[in-house]
């Protein structure tokens, strides 16, 4: 950058502030952009454990991390997290052993 700055000067006669404006400030966005993604990312995507419980009492699933692509003042930047899917309980009664339910999550997730 300095080279360049120097370099101007010497064919230009002048510093072409413009110029050495645009480039910082794209420096300091970039590098913005990766702080902001470190910071995003430092949760380790948010996982909390195999299987989450809702208050309704839901079952999700642990599936894979993915990333998450985002657009800021700053930059593009990628938001790893931890990606989970619903499970369904499968529920049968028995009438040979009183009645009693019986209820066994499955999820509903493509393997």
């Not at 991390?65 to 989970?84: M, N, Q």
Request: proline share 2%; glycine share 10%; net charge positive.
């Amino acid at each position: 950058m300095v080279t360049l700055t120097f370099r101007d000067r010497d064919n230009l006669g002048h510093f072409d502030l413009g110029s050495l404006e645009i480039y910082i400030r794209t420096s300091v966005h970039g590098l913005g952009s990766q702080m902001l993604e470190k910071l995003l990312n430092a949760d380790g995507g948010d996982y909390r454990g195999r299987i989450l419980r809702d208050e309704q009492g839901n079952s999700y699933e642990f599936q894979e991390y993915r990333d998450k692509e985002l657009l800021t003042v700053l930059g593009p930047l990628k938001v790893k997290r931890a990606y989970y899917t619903k499970m369904r309980s499968i529920c049968w009664t028995s009438q040979s052993f009183g009645g009693d339910s019986n209820c066994h999550p499955y999820s509903l997730a493509r393997r």
